[in-house]
């Protein structure tokens, strides 16, 4: 039969594909198909009925990224995604899409279709406010984080589950494009902005204090496994309503430190940040919407914490969890990770090859220069001085300091 053996499908296959194998369409359907990806690496069918408006999305990954076949990227991906998504889900309900079907021979996903909410990065381009996110992304980060750690699992249960996550492949493009080439373009692929070249130079290859920090935190990401991490949690793997938040797009999940997934919803706040410092015309507009900005990101580090110690002390099983201090201690390493990654996140997406959007999109030469010297003076501070950062305050006041 046809969906027997792999290959990549098209728009009318994926009709075929789910008529033949869902049953979430009746037999009278009429199926209308469109793929609608705008991501690095998959393609992403909506598959929707023109009659009853019923709809769903299939994900299908490749051998190489669909972006560059520069990057070969297992397939395996898939599956990885389709067990993170349906963990999560039992994790932290109703804050990712349902999986109807996974299939490890198409190696592609069917999931609900979110059309009726945003990317969040778009969102945020267009200035507007979702006051519900930060409560909804810190329940999702503390469920996913310290429910899959050893604090709260069985150990070996824990060792059985970190073996099914990691692709190697995705592993090596975040050692490589995160935590190597923004600060040593070993491959040369790097991309600067020509007006900030020579103060990169300077400012950031030049920098071997900060090159040493970053070496360490590299060795650290590739070998503590403390928790499953979502992996590539930044705004453009976020959908938005006003009243919902839905995590997609967890191909990297992998058993790592906590605090990449933290610093990295911190990073694109900041992006965020920075777009609308350069874009928003009207004083009165742009300073309510960056203090909006502020706020969702100190929320986002304080009701993190918040949530964390609560679900520590209701959840953990490890038998010296609740030795005096060890707690404060732990949090307190998840709190130097995030700034570090916050750093991290807000170097690469400048001078790496995986840009934002935020950034990108800032017309005026001038003001771009602006908002990378921003990102790139706070990263600098986020990473160099990760253990200063305890509230959310401090993530902003760097920033600030920055400006
Ligand atoms: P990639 O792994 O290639 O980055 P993503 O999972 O991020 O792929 O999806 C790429 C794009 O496809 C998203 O930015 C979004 O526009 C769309 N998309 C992905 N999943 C869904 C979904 N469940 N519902 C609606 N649109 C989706
Ligand atoms: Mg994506
Ligand atoms: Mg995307
Ligand atoms: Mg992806």
Same mark, same amino acid.
């Given at each position: ?12 296959? =994926? ?8 049953? =979430? ?17 998959? %393609?992403? @069918? ?22 560059? !076949? ?16 349906? +963990? ?37 381009? /267009? ?9 909804? #992304? ?20 824990? /060792? ?9 492949? +995705? ?8 935590? &190597? *080439?923004?600060?040593? !373009? ?22 071997? *204090?900060?090159? +040493? ?15 499953? #991490? ?5 705004? $453009? ?16 999940? %992998? ?6 997934? &933290?610093?990295?919803? =911190? ?21 309510? %919407?960056?203090?909006?900005? *502020?706020? &969702? ?9 918040? /949530? ?9 099983? *490890? ?11 732990? +949090? ?44 790139? &003076? ?10 200063? @950062?305890?509230? $959310? ?11």
């Amino acid at each position: 039969a046809k969906y027997d053996q792999y290959f990549l499908m098209k728009p009318e296959d =994926v009709i075929e594909y789910v008529k033949d194998q869902l049953d =979430v369409f009746g037999p009278d359907a009429d199926l209308e198909c469109k793929e609608i990806g705008d991501g690095n690496l998959n %393609y992403v @069918f909506r598959v929707w009925d023109r009659k009853s408006s019923a709809s769903v999305i299939v994900k299908q990954s490749g051998d190489t990224a669909r972006i560059s !076949d520069e990057f070969k990227v297992s397939i395996d991906r898939n599956r990885i995604e389709a067990e993170a998504l349906m +963990l999560e889900d039992r994790l932290a309900p109703g804050l990712v899409p349902k999986v109807y079907k996974y299939d490890p021979v198409m190696n592609c996903t069917v999931m609900d279709d979110l059309s009726d909410h945003q990317i969040m990065r778009g969102a945020l381009i /267009k200035h507007e406010k979702f006051p519900l996110f930060a409560d909804h #992304i810190t329940t999702f980060m503390v469920n996913t984080l310290l429910l899959t750690s050893d604090v709260v699992m069985d150990h070996k249960e824990k /060792k059985d589950l970190a073996r099914r996550f990691g692709s190697p492949d +995705l592993c090596e493009i975040t050692e490589d494009l995160v935590y &190597t *080439e923004p600060f040593n !373009d070993y491959k040369g692929r790097n991309i600067v902005f020509p007006p900030n070249k020579e103060w990169v130079e300077r400012e950031i290859y030049g920098d071997q *204090e900060l090159l +040493l920090e970053v070496s360490k935190l590299k060795f650290d990401f590739m070998t503590r496994g403390q928790a499953l #991490i979502h992996g590539d949690l930044h705004t $453009g793997s976020i959908f938005v309503r006003p009243d919902s938040t839905k995590v997609i797009d967890p191909e990297f999940a %992998y058993y790592g430190p906590m605090g990449y997934d &933290t610093g990295n919803v =911190v990073a694109n706040l900041f992006f965020a940040w920075a777009n609308a410092d350069a874009t928003i015309a009207d004083p009165a507009e742009r300073a309510d %919407y960056i203090q909006w900005l *502020e706020k &969702t990101i100190v929320d986002v580090v304080d009701l993190f914490k918040a /949530k964390f110690v609560k679900a520590w002390d209701e959840h953990a099983t *490890e038998v010296l969890a609740r030795t005096p201090g060890f707690r404060e201690w732990y +949090l307190d390493t998840v709190l130097d990770d995030t700034a570090a990654v916050t750093g991290l996140e807000l170097s690469r997406r400048i001078l790496g090859i995986a840009k934002v959007k935020d950034i990108t999109s800032i017309a005026d030469e001038a003001l771009r220069l602006r908002a990378e010297r921003i990102c790139l &003076t706070a990263a600098k501070e986020y990473i160099k001085k990760r253990t200063q @950062f305890r509230t $959310g305050a401090d993530f902003v006041a760097a920033f600030r300091r920055a400006m």
